[in-house]
T-cell receptor, first 119, second 120 residues
Framework: AQTVTQSQPEMSVQEAETVTLSCTYD???????LFWYKQPPSRQMILVIR??????QNATENRFSVNFQKAAKSFSLKISDSQLGDAAMYFC????????????????FGKGTHLIIQP | GAVVSQHPSRVICKSGTSVKIECRSL??????MFWYRQFPKQSLMLMAT?????????EQGVEKDKFLINHASLTLSTLTVTSAHPEDSSFYIC????????????????FGPGTRLLVL
């Protein structure tokens, strides 16, 4: 079974600064997907960014980018120019690829990191 | 992006009663939906995978007789918590898979807004 570890229960950053949230995972599969989801106080899960394991290029979405290190099984999220609206819980998640034979389609989540933005 | 709705958004029920939660994909068809549970200040835990026209697949440790899942159409999955007890109080979130989204056949899961269940 896959596991996802987020070692930072809480992070704080000044508005406009850059912050990096860490995530490591454990899997024996070679093909899979990794995600970062944001959960604001409304508790609506919002997809921030997605990375396919077979792609070496790190995914980027505007101010959000990842550092995907497949060999190290690391998938960190960098938020540049932090804004007050970025304050939320951030969850790292793993999903098997349909081609990996793992059979698990649901997401495996880490415990989350609570991101605080200081004005 | 695609929209997933849940109803009700919050429900209070008495111990021993059953509660039904609906998950709908509003502008796409979803052959597969997922049900998660989230306790306060904790992560989401996958409970079961709901497949249209077939039986749901439950994760280890989830009681299938307690959490009944029905995926009767391509846009609707229901979770019924039977004989609810206070320990079933939690936040239940569904997600739906849209095969048409993404490139190269990859898919995106869209989450509903969640249902807060309180069992007295």
């Amino acid at each position: 079974a896959q596991t996802v570890t987020q070692s930072q229960p809480e992070m704080s950053v000044q508005e406009a600064e850059t912050v990096t949230l860490s995530c490591t995972y454990d899997t024996s599969e070679s093909d899979y997907y990794l995600f970062w989801y944001k959960q604001p106080p409304s508790r609506q899960m919002i997809l921030v960014i997605r990375q396919e394991a077979y792609k070496q290029q790190n995914a980027t979405e505007n101010r959000f980018s990842v550092n995907f290190q497949k060999a190290a099984k690391s998938f960190s999220l960098k938020i540049s120019d932090s804004q007050l609206g970025d304050a939320a819980m951030y969850f790292c998640a793993y999903r098997s690829s349909m081609y990996s034979g793992g059979g698990a389609d649901g997401l495996t989540f880490g415990k989350g990191t609570h991101l605080i933005i200081q004005p | 992006g695609a929209v997933v709705s849940q109803h009700p958004s919050r429900v209070i029920c008495k111990s021993g009663t059953s509660v039904k939660i609906e998950c709908r994909s509003l502008d796409f068809q979803a052959t597969t939906m997922f049900w998660y549970r989230q306790f306060p200040k904790q992560s989401l835990m996958l409970m079961a995978t709901s497949n249209e026209g077939s039986k749901a697949t439950y994760e280890q440790g989830v009681e299938k007789d307690k959490f009944l899942i029905n995926h009767a159409s391509l846009t609707l999955s229901t979770l019924t918590v039977t004989s609810a007890h206070p320990e079933d109080s939690s936040f239940y979130i569904c997600s739906a898979r849209d095969w048409a989204s993404g490139e190269g056949g990859q898919e995106t899961q869209y989450f509903g807004p969640g249902t807060r269940l309180l069992v007295l």
